[in-house]
């Protein structure tokens, strides 16, 4: 039934759906994770690093993007629209400085994201990008953001939040440990942000990229060695949870 | 004929009377479908003790207990992975065949190379009545028949059970209810009506179909009535990868029954057979 009103982008079905963008957040769910977590001093990204090919210069794999010096992102999708929706988005970031002296809010740019991305989804001969976002950041009044965007260009703000392959058993994490009280510590955000992604990322810290922002700083993307503390960190505090859990 | 100023011409018929020519065409369309029909033709072609053992047996026909059947190269890499990996299977046979898709017949006596799509056969050594089947190439829809009459004919039909592990891609699997992403890939099973026993996993929902070997086969043995029991496995993922191949290990329940089975499995092993083609890997970030 809905195979002839799948074909083109601008041709709704009878029951009102447009198949290409919900085919477009089909492949969405091909990318690796990525969540992001809003703190009350600090936002967080985290990916899911994926397995790069032997001779592959992983530094060109990237899947936390800068787009100013308040603002980064995350996507989870196809990797060459990925690159026009970051170069578009980088241009009217500077755009934006020259025309208004002031660096965009995190609102303004996500909002100027999804129209892009809108527009794609109602000309004829052209198909939806095929990615998600989580863009994060600072508006200049210190307010921290974290908002997503899906191929059908709507975008809403979210306290946490994942993308990609298992993004619902992420969002489950995180709904049911996510805790407003804790969002006041920089530390125990990154460790929300690490812990949801340990739940899905497989062979543990060595996979996981995370980028964090603190209000007035720029991007900084953790090393390694980083990763691996709060890691070990986690895996002890859960160690003692599951000993009380046993004296109980 | 009458025109309309009252003259009558006379007119030539159209009908071609020459009879030789027709005879000439006839003859022609007659050898060019014997033709086509001879290139489209299954052989199979047997190792020379299972010729042998086909020409000893008075009706041509191998005693065989369980013939299980691979069709796709998930199904197949499965099997390679999980049954074939031990030293004690014989590769005895292979089909050669032609269509527009697999040019196989220009070495019709020489087994396909590894990693071509081919259509193998292999027995066990310790118990040779277990004959497994991996069919990875591309089977027309007019060979089918002839294929499945071909191979599961040089089988005797007494004792013989059936099983089938298929891959479909789940863009063709019809359901009302949405499917989240963690469902995916699932396994589905078929049986003939002269199968008992459980089947590992639910059965295929209507209006789902089954086409191609798979549908052939199960039709085959319904009709002779033939215990046979299908596994479709739904999955998202066109090239052979290891976590769909890993979705048909319940059939290690029933094969664990008819040969010894490697206990366990490094990964390194499931790699060798699922590859990660270039482009899907950078394609999605």
Redesign the interface.
């Known amino acids: 039934m809905s195979m002839s009103y799948d074909r083109a982008i601008t041709v709704f079905s009878p029951d009102g759906h447009l198949f290409q963008v919900e085919y477009a957040q089909e492949a969405v769910k091909k990318g690796s994770t990525a969540v992001g977590v809003r703190g009350k001093n600090v936002v967080v990204l985290g990916v899911e690093k994926k397995t790069v090919a032997k001779l592959q210069d992983d530094r060109t794999v990237r899947k936390i993007c800068a787009l100013d010096d308040n603002v980064f992102m995350a996507f989870a999708g196809l990797t060459a629209d990925a690159r026009i929706v970051v170069n578009r988005a980088r241009v009217e970031c500077q755009s934006h400085r020259l025309t208004v002296e002031d660096p965009v809010t995190v609102e303004y740019i996500t909002r100027f994201i999804s129209s892009i991305k809108q527009r794609y989804t109602q000309s004829s001969g052209r198909r939806p990008f095929g990615i998600s976002s989580l863009i994060v950041g600072f508006d200049f009044d210190g307010t921290p953001h974290l908002y997503q965007t899906d191929p059908s260009g709507t975008y809403h703000a979210w306290k946490a939040n994942a993308i990609g392959r298992s993004a619902k058993t992420v969002r489950e994490f995180l709904e049911k440990n996510y805790k407003e009280e804790h969002m006041e510590s920089d530390t125990d955000t990154i460790k929300l942000a690490i812990r949801a992604l340990l739940e899905v990322v497989q062979s543990g810290g060595k996979n996981i990229e995370l980028a964090i922002m603190k209000r007035d700083e720029s991007m900084k993307i953790l090393v390694q060695e980083e990763i691996e503390e709060y890691v070990t960190a986690i895996e002890k505090e859960k160690e003692e949870a599951e000993k009380q859990k046993k004296k109980t | 004929m009458a025109t309309f100023f009252g003259e009558v011409l006379s007119v030539y018929s159209r009908a071609v009377e020459e009879d030789d020519d027709d005879l000439d065409d006839e003859n022609e369309d007659e050898r060019i479908h014997r033709e086509i029909e001879e290139k489209r033709e299954v052989h199979i072609v047997w190792c020379p003790e299972v010729a042998q053992s086909l020409e000893d047996s008075g009706s041509n026909t191998l005693q065989c207990s369980d013939l299980i059947i691979a069709v796709g190269t998930n199904a197949a890499g499965f099997l390679s992975a999980y049954v074939l990996n031990t030293e004690s299977w014989d590769a005895v046979g292979h089909v050669s065949l032609w269509n527009e898709r697999s040019r196989g017949s220009s070495r019709q006596s020489i087994a396909p190379l590894p990693g071509e799509p081919a259509c193998l056969f292999y027995r066990h050594r310790d118990n040779p009545a277990v004959l497994v089947c991996q069919s990875t190439c591309y089977i027309a829809e007019d060979q089918l028949f002839q294929w499945t009459e071909k191979v599961l004919g040089c089988l005797q039909k007494r004792g013989l059970s059936v099983m089938v592990l298929s891959d479909s891609p789940v863009a063709e699997y019809k359901t009302p209810d949405y499917l989240?992403?963690?469902a995916v890939p699932f396994l589905r099973s078929l049986k003939s009506s002269a199968s008992k026993g459980q089947a590992l996993c639910p059965a295929l929902e209507q209006p789902n179909i089954l086409t191609g070997l798979p549908a052939a086969v199960l039709s085959h043995c319904q009709v002779h009535q033939i215990p046979a029991v299908l596994y479709q496995c739904y999955t998202d993922v066109i090239s052979p990868d290891s976590i769909t191949m890993e979705t048909y290990k319940p059939a290690l329940l029933c094969l664990s029954k008819l040969v010894k089975l490697e206990p366990c499995l490094s990964a390194d092993v499931l790699r060798k057979f699922a590859i990660i083609t270039?482009a899907q890997?950078?394609?999605?970030?």
């Open positions: 989240y992403g963690s270039e890997s950078n394609l999605y970030t």
